[in-house]
Nanobody, 120 residues
Framework: QVQLVESGGGLVQPGGSLRLSCTVS??????????MSWYRQAPGKQRELVAS???????TYSETVKGRFTITREHAADTVYLVMNMLNVEDTADYFC????????????WGQGTQVAVSE
């Protein structure tokens, strides 16, 4: 059974940093190609894409986090990280890990989420 487990969330002061981790199990990365992404959802707002990375290492970022956040993945492609620097109050949200096949049938899996709170 496919499982995505996030960790690394917590409370941090404005201007601080956090590193989120997402470990994937139940997927054979030697046979399939996946895009790994981080999404976030703040209270009263829709879930939004924060960053994504392909098997080849191509990255994309939302305009609000570009230059502050960095997404990386291990060589085995079973773990993805999100390094968040210069955090501000607007970054407060639940952060979710997602993996999606880069080919048919485009299977998608979500993690349970980890909380990030930026406050004094």
């Amino acid at each position: 059974q496919v499982q995505l487990v996030e960790s690394g969330g917590g409370l941090v002061q404005p201007g601080g940093s956090l590193r989120l981790s997402c470990t994937v199990s139940g997927i054979d990365f030697t046979y399939s190609s996946y895009i790994m992404s981080w999404y976030r959802q703040a209270p009263g707002k829709q879930r939004e894409l924060v960053a994504s990375i392909t098997r080849g290492g191509k990255t994309t970022y939302s305009e609000t986090v570009k230059g502050r956040f960095t997404i990386t993945r291990e060589h085995a492609a079973d773990t993805v990280y999100l390094v968040m620097n210069m955090l501000n109050v607007e970054d407060t949200a639940d952060y979710f890990c997602k993996v999606r096949e880069s080919h048919f049938p485009y299977e998608t899996y979500w993690g349970q989420g980890t909380q990030v709170a930026v406050s004094e």
